[in-house]
């Protein structure tokens, strides 16, 4: 079972973030692509985990999987990728067959294998990936334990270790350092940019009540999605300075290579409020001019801040791995004892077929004639006799030789 078992690898450590979104392959498409593809590799079963940093195939087969399989696999799948892009992918993907592929898909699920360390998504996402394809027929018993056992391992690595405790995501300390300032839900929040960043950091302030939003941005259509979305107001950037229903907090975040607020626009915003503001600027380089922060009264989180915050909570995860790899370690020997099991069990699985042939000749066959001279009573006395036998003889002797065999093995 193991044997047959390998993995398919596109990370970041070998491809850029961009290439590995080349090989991204919607819902429905994945079905009907890896649906084919498991008929005419004579793959017995199959599932595809595409994440932002990873794109991997996991498969199970008795096929010999050499250069020319997999160069072939790659171009079956990607039917409209050149030769030559067909050949970069090739040359530098991860491949993992056997033991080394059970121990990459828990090292993946327990995130030692992630881009950033720690993060608990991966198990969400390698789970609903495992799901639509066992909803769709696609995978079998080995995959559903190995998927089954890789979750729970990392259920336990994040359980008793400290690996995703602190965090790392910039947008999750920079939401967190807001919440410490305990801003009231109506305060009114100027959104300057419109990117994911952005985007991520207003969907977390609407799930807790905020909702006053005014949002600017250079395309004014990318705004207003934003607005649409989180029932704000969308403008042109160059309106900015011309805003006058005054603010609160200031979330920036933009590509600009300028500053996008110096000190006469942001006094031009304040109309004379002495009130204390909040800036989080999460643009690099920063959007907010040093000299808005040195002479006004502002509560300022920065990138640089968060970053170094996000160096150093980064730092003590790595400090974990030793013991998550130890965890690994011991689940991987536990799922080595599994498949020992499953291997038993279904080479002992026609035993119980056998025993009842043997109990339906003897009934029907060579004792008939003894059993049609019998009253109905003592036929269901009889019937009793030989089903409590039958029971015994096939769950006693059975448990008795899988722990021989396991003992052995």
């Known amino acids: 079972m193991i044997d047959n078992f390998h993995i398919i690898a596109f990370t970041?450590?070998?491809f850029d973030v961009s290439d590995i979104g080349l090989l991204h392959l919607d819902k429905e498409h994945q079905i009907d692509?890896?649906?084919?593809?498991?008929?005419s590799f004579e793959i017995d079963e199959i599932f595809?985990?595409?994440?932002?940093?990873?794109?991997?195939?996991?498969?199970?087969?008795?096929?010999?999987?050499?250069?020319?399989?997999?160069?072939?696999?790659?171009?079956?799948?990607?039917?409209?990728?050149?030769?030559?892009?067909i050949s970069f992918f090739h040359e530098?993907?991860?491949?993992?067959?056997?033991?080394?592929?059970?121990?990459?898909?828990?090292s993946v699920v327990s995130s030692i294998d992630s881009m950033v360390i720690g993060e608990r998504e991966i198990i969400t996402q390698v789970r609903n990936s495992y799901n639509w394809f066992c909803e769709n027929k696609l995978t079998g018993d080995f995959l559903r334990m190995a998927v089954n056992s890789a979750i729970q391992t990392g259920k336990k690595v994040y359980s008793q270790t400290n690996i995703s405790t602190r965090q790392?995501?910039?947008?999750?300390?920079?939401?967190?350092?807001?919440?410490?300032?305990?801003?009231?839900?109506?305060?009114?929040?100027?959104?300057?940019?419109?990117?994911?960043?952005?985007?991520?950091?207003?969907?977390?302030?609407?799930?807790?009540?905020?909702?006053?939003f005014t949002i600017f941005n250079r395309t004014k259509s990318n705004a207003d999605l934003l607005a649409n979305e989180f029932g704000g107001i969308s403008k042109q950037l160059n309106e900015l300075t011309n805003h006058t229903s005054g603010f609160d907090v200031v979330?920036?975040?933009t590509a600009s290579e300028q500053y996008i607020l110096d000190n006469s626009k942001y006094n031009s915003l304040l109309k004379e409020d002495t009130n204390k503001k909040t800036i989080i600027d999460l643009a690099i380089p920063q959007d907010i001019s040093p000299e808005v922060i040195d002479k006004n009264s502002i509560r300022y989180i920065s990138m640089e801040e968060l970053q170094k915050e996000s160096n150093a909570n980064l730092k003590e995860r790595c400090s974990e791995i030793k013991d998550v790899e130890n965890i690994v370690s011991d689940a991987k020997k536990s799922f080595d004892d599994l498949i020992r099991e499953r291997n038993v069990e279904?080479?002992?699985?026609?035993?119980?077929?056998?025993?009842?042939?043997?109990?339906?000749?003897?009934?029907n066959e060579v004792f008939r004639g003894d059993i049609d001279s019998l009253d109905n009573d003592a036929k269901e006395v009889l019937e009793k006799v030989l089903g409590y036998m039958e029971k015994k003889y096939i769950s006693e002797p059975m448990k008795l030789a899988k722990e021989i065999i396991l003992k052995n093995a």
């Open 168 to 212: 790392v995501s910039v947008v999750s300390l920079a939401f967190q350092k807001f919440k410490d300032q305990q801003i009231p839900l109506n305060a009114k929040i100027l959104v300057i940019g419109a990117g994911s960043t952005n985007t991520t950091f207003l969907r977390r302030l609407k799930k807790i009540g905020y909702s006053n």
């Open 346 to 363: 279904i080479a002992m699985s026609q035993v119980p077929i056998k025993i009842k042939e043997i109990k339906s000749i003897a009934l």
């Open 33 to 39: 692509s890896f649906g084919k593809l498991k008929t």
């Open 48 to 85: 595809f985990l595409s994440t932002c940093n990873r794109v991997e195939i996991y498969l199970c087969t008795s096929k010999i999987i050499d250069e020319s399989y997999l160069k072939t696999l790659l171009k079956t799948i990607y039917s409209t990728f050149s030769l030559d892009k």
């Open 251 to 253: 979330l920036s975040c």
């Open 12 to 14: 970041h450590r070998n």
């Open 92 to 106: 530098k993907m991860e491949f993992f067959s056997g033991s080394e592929a059970v121990n990459h898909l828990f």
